[in-house]
């Protein structure tokens, strides 16, 4: 009975801080402006079977979409005996489903097992690439520090979760083999079986104690994991799925025109408003030209920077980044995850946004970085859950071309040469086709 209401007191702490976490990220999210989503939603399931689950985009490199899929694959499934231990946890059981399957229960965890060696493994490999490897993407200066702690700490609790649901089977079977009370047959864990010599040593009351204890560890330690979620990059195993179902199914590169500006030319070409449009109007709401803060992107782009797993794919791809620019994609994303995460602590101090005196653009991104890009849209194309730092980076160059009026020298003739001959060149109109006569 004290276990039962330890494990209950441990799940009550657990639910109400992930509860807090999620409302929190929630919160955030919305602090972005409202964006309309069309398209078919079998088009948007699709993507999300494809792109999520089926991690399409990852295996454009093979060996690391293999391990991530062992991973993804491994984690996931095994943490369904989860639920089986929050069964038992809550009713005072053990293996509570071993009647229900019979003598199948065996075989499930069994192969569980097997995936368990697999996580290991890969996330063995994983670290080796991280740290010793050091590949190009994992060493860039946006990586170090918290983000590399991050993602090497996620990594060594995925190894412990596991090396403790393997101890907890190799532990359980040796209580089964002395026929110990409480502990049913349940027929040989072949993987956990070459962990069982480590145990065999022990006492009956001392081998309790070990399988008690990896099954505590490895409970609490997802209970733990569960809530450092929110506060890690490994939030894109939850975040990946509503992304991609919000994915743009435009054409790639297609640049949407702003709702104000599209407006006003409409208002002085005379062409009829829509309906959103004359509610706008009708409003007399100064709209801002771009975006200078998170407030100012939209929610798709927030949620975005929460689904940023910091692999980097975007950076190892950028024209800019590749030939020594400052421009990082997978930073515009960290930036602008981060200070959506300061304004959050703000509200939650102050109970409002206290006017802080900051800025995505300028605090956190600088102009150096937006006009490096070239809009060529193969940091989009690299992410595996279809992320678009680009229209982050659109909407922020707007801004400082529009509202502030800095533009390098070379944009400015572009602009004129587009208003006075309808081209990016300085040529008139009625010349557009002599190269045809050359």
């Known amino acids: 009975m004290i276990s039962q209401l330890l494990f209950i007191a441990c799940l009550g702490i657990c639910a109400y801080f992930l509860t807090?976490?999620?409302?929190?990220?929630?919160?955030?999210?919305?602090?972005?402006?409202?964006?309309?989503?069309?398209?078919?939603?079998?088009?948007?399931?699709?993507?999300?079977?494809?792109?999520?689950?089926?991690?399409?985009?990852?295996?454009?490199?093979?060996?690391?979409?293999?391990?991530?899929?062992?991973?993804?694959?491994?984690?996931?499934?095994?943490?369904?005996?989860?639920?089986?231990?929050?069964?038992?946890?809550l009713l005072g059981t053990h293996r509570i489903l071993y009647p229900v399957l019979g003598s199948f229960y065996s075989i499930v965890i069994n192969f569980f097992e097997m995936l368990a060696i697999l996580?290991?493994?890969?996330?063995?490999?994983?670290?080796?690439?991280?740290?010793?490897?050091?590949?190009?993407?994992?060493?860039?200066?946006?990586?170090?520090?918290?983000?590399?702690l991050d993602a090497n700490l996620i990594l060594?609790?995925?190894?412990?979760?596991?090396?403790?649901?393997?101890?907890?089977?190799?532990?359980?079977?040796?209580?089964?083999s002395r026929n110990v009370e409480h502990y049913a047959?349940?027929?040989?864990?072949?993987?956990?079986?070459f962990f069982s010599p480590l145990f065999e040593g022990l006492s009956t009351s001392q081998l309790v104690f070990a399988e008690r204890f990896f099954w505590w560890a490895h409970i609490i330690g997802i209970m733990l994991f569960a809530n450092y979620l929110p506060f890690s990059k490994h939030l894109h195993i939850a975040m990946a799925f509503p992304n991609t179902y919000y994915s743009n199914l435009e054409a790639?590169?297609?640049?949407?025109?702003?709702?104000?500006?599209?407006?006003?030319?409409?208002?002085?070409?005379?062409?009829?408003?829509?309906?959103?449009?004359?509610?706008?109007?009708?409003?007399?709401?100064?709209?801002?030209?771009?975006?200078?803060?998170?407030?100012d992107l939209t929610w798709k782009n927030l949620m975005e920077a929460y689904t940023c797993t910091e692999c980097?794919?975007?950076s190892s791809v950028c024209p800019a980044n590749i030939t020594g620019k400052k421009l990082s994609p997978r930073k515009i994303m960290m930036d602008t995850r981060d200070r959506m995460e300061e304004i959050g602590r703000n509200i939650d101090k102050n109970g409002h946004f206290l006017e802080d005196g900051k800025s995505l653009f300028g605090n956190?991104?600088?102009?150096?970085?937006?006009?490096?890009?070239?809009?060529?849209?193969?940091?989009?194309?690299?992410?595996?859950?279809?992320?678009?730092?680009?229209?982050?980076?659109?909407?922020?160059?707007?801004?400082r071309v529009m509202e502030e009026a800095k533009a390098p020298d070379s944009w400015n003739a572009m602009f004129a040469n587009l208003e006075n001959n309808q081209?990016?060149?300085?040529?008139?109109?009625?010349?557009?086709?002599?190269w045809a006569n050359q």
Not at 60 to 87: D, K, M
Not at 125 to 142: A, G, H, Q, W
Not at 185 to 193: A, E, L, M, Q
């Open 119 to 148: 996580v290991i493994l890969a996330c063995v490999i994983f670290l080796l690439r991280r740290n010793v490897l050091k590949l190009p993407r994992f060493t860039m200066s946006e990586i170090r520090q918290f983000p590399l």
């Open 252 to 295: 790639k590169g297609k640049l949407k025109n702003m709702p104000i500006v599209t407006r006003e030319v409409k208002t002085m070409l005379g062409v009829p408003l829509d309906e959103v449009e004359k509610k706008q109007a009708e409003s007399n709401e100064i709209g801002r030209f771009g975006a200078k803060d998170v407030t």
């Open 185 to 193: 047959s349940t027929g040989p864990f072949i993987f956990s079986h």
């Open 312 to 314: 980097g794919r975007c």
């Open 20 to 89: 807090k976490n999620i409302r929190n990220i929630i919160r955030n999210i919305l602090l972005g402006k409202p964006k309309e989503m069309d398209g078919a939603k079998w088009d948007r399931w699709k993507m999300v079977l494809l792109i999520a689950f089926g991690q399409k985009k990852m295996f454009a490199r093979p060996i690391s979409a293999l391990l991530h899929l062992c991973v993804y694959v491994g984690f996931v499934i095994i943490n369904i005996e989860v639920l089986e231990i929050v069964t038992d946890g």
């Open 156 to 176: 060594i609790v995925e190894i412990v979760l596991m090396f403790a649901f393997l101890n907890m089977n190799a532990t359980d079977y040796l209580l089964q």
């Open 364 to 399: 956190y991104i600088s102009s150096e970085e937006l006009l490096a890009c070239t809009t060529c849209n193969a940091c989009a194309e690299a992410c595996p859950v279809n992320i678009d730092p680009l229209d982050i980076i659109v909407q922020l160059r707007r801004y």
């Open 423 to 434: 081209a990016p060149w300085k040529f008139s109109p009625s010349d557009r086709f002599n």
